[in-house]
């Protein structure tokens, strides 16, 4: 496991994949991380832009972007029609919820609150201590 709220951890994915790079990434954080995603990037890797939670604006050094044919893409439901967003929710249950079903998929939950902890709950994600998904419980 490669803690990502450190400086340079593009070098330990680096390290990590002889040298090669990640394929993809994944990035639901944002700002702060782009030049380090980049930079963990295998030659023709993807980094996929699905969160901006610690902010819009990342600086990147361009001529890394080119060298390795980097393709950056971003990704929102904000911009998309209801239909879409559907037929995206479909693709996924296709690909996906047979896997999950027999357990090759795990989603990786943290913690949960209960509905009344809410604001709890707010403060321990903003703290970044959570590995997975905080869930809210009613019951």
């Given amino acids: 496991m490669i803690d990502t709220s450190?400086?340079?951890?593009?070098?330990?994915v680096l390290a990590a994949?002889?040298?090669h790079g990640a394929d993809i990434i994944i990035d639901s954080v944002g700002g702060p991380m782009l030049a380090d995603n980049i930079g963990a990037l295998?030659?023709?890797g993807r980094l996929v832009s699905v969160g901006r939670n610690a902010g819009n604006v990342g600086q990147c050094d361009l001529d890394q972007v080119a060298l390795k044919r980097a393709?950056?893409?971003?990704v929102t439901f904000r911009t998309r029609t209801p239909q879409e967003s559907f037929l995206c929710?479909?693709?996924f249950a296709a690909a996906c919820l047979d896997a999950f079903r027999h357990g090759a998929l795990k989603?990786?939950?943290?913690?949960?609150?209960?509905?009344?902890r809410i604001a709890d709950a707010h403060n321990y994600m903003q703290s970044d201590a959570h590995v997975g998904k905080i869930v809210l419980t009613t019951a």
């Fill in 17 to 19: 994949t002889e040298k």
């Fill in 42 to 44: 295998a030659i023709r």
């Fill in 6 to 12: 450190r400086p340079g951890f593009g070098d330990a």
């Fill in 89 to 91: 929710s479909e693709r």
């Fill in 71 to 74: 393709n950056i893409i971003g």
């Fill in 107 to 116: 989603p990786v939950l943290d913690r949960s609150f209960p509905f009344d």
